[in-house]
């Protein structure tokens, strides 16, 4: 099968303040050490990566006292050029909030929503197609979902969390093009199993082992999917689809949570 890559926007931003001081998600253990130059230069070969593979990316200023920032998909969801920016379940991540609707309109995004509702941006929601499929639970409230779907316009597909271990939907699914998607079941409660097996029957199913390394909180151009290397089970599966998987190591981001989509935010279409 043949597979089309787009060129995408996104942004990032760099892990200069990188630290785990505090814990608000399992991966989180203040007591174990983090490297602030690992991270950035982990990070760098990702920022890097993605303008190899023809991508723009922008940048946010990191700020001191965030170290969560580099997690810059939970800043915002960004779909036709309108902005809908999170508003973060944990009081350690809320200041995070008014840097990214300060860098939106800084760049002359005219449609910048401040949200009502708790929600943490591309964190639990990935826009698949034409539906945004949103995932709750832990962080985003389900209420935000209306909201969602009234600011940016698209159909919105709930989807229920419950395993603490993969508390945003982007560290249990990802969109590899417009209705593909490969996920890890046990994340999700009976229902939404069901939603997701009838929405995307032939969808890649991860394993344990894959989602363990966060082999699901990967990043796909329509066909290179970038994707934590130690996912190599989920990578094979990948390429007998037709996808061209590349692993990279943010080893040290793993520490607080995350992984390589965690740290980049999608802007779709020019700013309305
Ligand atoms: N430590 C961060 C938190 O718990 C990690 C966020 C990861 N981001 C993501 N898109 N899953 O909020």
């Not at 190599?232 to 037709?242: D, E, N, S, V």
Request: hydrophobic fraction near 40%; proline fraction near 6%.
């Amino acid at each position: 099968m043949s597979r089309t890559a787009r060129p995408r926007h996104y942004l990032m931003c760099r892990p200069t303040h990188f630290t785990v001081d505090y814990s608000i998600n399992p991966w989180m253990e203040p007591a174990k050490p983090t490297d602030a130059d690992r991270a950035v230069a982990q990070w760098e070969q990702l920022y890097a990566l993605f303008q190899q593979l023809g991508h723009t990316v922008e940048l946010i200023e990191p700020l001191p006292g965030l170290p969560d920032m580099v997690f810059a998909a939970n800043g915002a969801t960004v779909v036709d050029g309108t902005a809908l920016v999170a508003r973060f379940r944990h009081e350690e991540r809320a200041e995070e909030a008014p840097a990214y609707l300060e860098w939106f309109r800084s760049r002359g995004y005219r449609a910048v929503h401040r949200a009502e509702f708790t929600n943490e941006g591309e964190g639990d929601y990935l826009l698949a197609g034409d539906r945004v499929l949103a995932g709750t639970g832990f962080r985003t409230d389900r209420r935000a979902h209306a909201e969602t779907e009234r600011v940016l316009g698209r159909p919105v597909v709930t989807l229920e969390l419950v395993d603490p271990r993969y508390y945003h939907l982007d560290t249990a699914l990802a969109v590899l093009d417009h209705d593909e998607i490969m996920y890890y079941p046990a994340a999700f409660s009976p229902e939404s199993r069901r939603t997701l097996a009838g929405l995307y029957p032939g969808a890649v199913l991860a394993t344990d082992e894959d989602a363990a390394v966060f082999g699901l909180n990967a990043v796909s151009d329509g066909r290179r999917v970038v994707l934590p290397e130690a996912a190599a089970g989920l990578a094979a599966r990948l390429r007998a689809r037709g996808f061209e998987p590349i692993g990279v190591d943010v080893t040290e981001l793993l520490k607080a949570g995350g992984s390589v989509k965690c740290c980049t935010l999608e802007l779709r279409g020019a700013p309305a």
